[in-house]
């Protein structure tokens, strides 16, 4: 079985800093992992994903996360954060052995100062 | 349609009742996913479907909940005698093939009193 552990329930940041979420997998089979973005009352959005090939993934809004096997770690950054980053953050991993279902992680909240 | 639509969009249920809730995937969309989401929490899955069968049903929490997709394209997750346990947030997700985008719905809130 997979699982994800997101360090921090809540993370605060002011305007123009650096953004990082970070986010450990477990599993026992090459994952695929994923960093999706819920913003109130609305579904999840994908920010990005990994399957395989360049470990440094580019997404949407100026995220990336850098998958990294011997830390099976796949933090999430953006280098300068704006107001409408706001929102909450989950952290997936999928195989395809399990029909590539999504497990995520418990999800961080990300508050932006002005 | 444009996007996964699920109704209603909130549903109050007291302890004891059935409910029934409905998910439109993006036509076209072979595969579709059941979540549920409790406060504060990351969502969980319930079960999948690709086309009209249910290859994975593990994560029902009990045989009080149950979900169908009878021609392939709707699908409804039926709560049976609903728990102050079962109130979340259900996601519905849908996507085109195994290897394709998941794309979720804005979810039904259920709260149970």
């Known amino acids: 079985a997979q699982s994800v552990t997101q360090l921090g329930s809540h993370v605060s940041v002011s305007e123009g800093a650096l953004v990082l979420l970070r986010c450990n997998y477990s599993?026992?089979?090459?994952?695929?992992l994923f960093w999706y973005v819920q913003y109130p009352n609305q579904g999840l959005q994908l920010l990005l994903k990994?399957?395989?090939?360049?470990?440094l993934v580019k997404g949407i809004n100026g995220f990336e996360a850098e998958f990294k096997k011997s830390e099976t770690s796949f933090h999430l950054t953006k280098p300068s954060a704006h107001m409408s980053d706001a929102a909450e953050y989950f952290c997936?991993?999928?195989?395809?052995?399990?029909?590539?279902?999504?497990?995520f992680g418990g999800g961080t909240r990300v508050l932006v100062k002005p | 349609g444009a996007g996964v639509s699920q109704s209603p969009r909130y549903k109050v249920a007291k302890r004891g009742q059935d409910v029934a809730l409905r998910c439109d995937p993006i036509?076209?969309?072979?595969?579709l996913f059941w979540y549920q989401q409790a406060l504060g929490q990351g969502p969980e899955f319930l079960t999948y479907?690709?086309?009209?069968?249910?290859?994975?049903k593990s994560g029902l929490p009990s045989d009080r909940f149950f979900a169908e997709r009878p021609e392939g394209s709707v699908s409804t997750l039926k709560i049976q005698r609903t728990q102050q346990e079962d109130s979340a947030v259900y996601l519905c997700?849908?996507?085109?093939?195994?290897?394709?985008?998941?794309?979720f719905g804005s979810g039904t809130q259920l709260s149970v009193l």
């Open positions: 479907f690709q086309n009209e069968a249910q290859l994975d």
């Open positions: 036509s076209g969309h072979v595969s």
């Open positions: 990994y399957t395989t090939g360049a470990t």
């Open positions: 997936a991993v999928s195989v395809k052995a399990a029909g590539n279902k999504l497990t």
């Open positions: 599993s026992s089979v090459p994952p695929y």
């Open positions: 997700a849908s996507r085109l093939d195994v290897n394709e985008k998941l794309f």
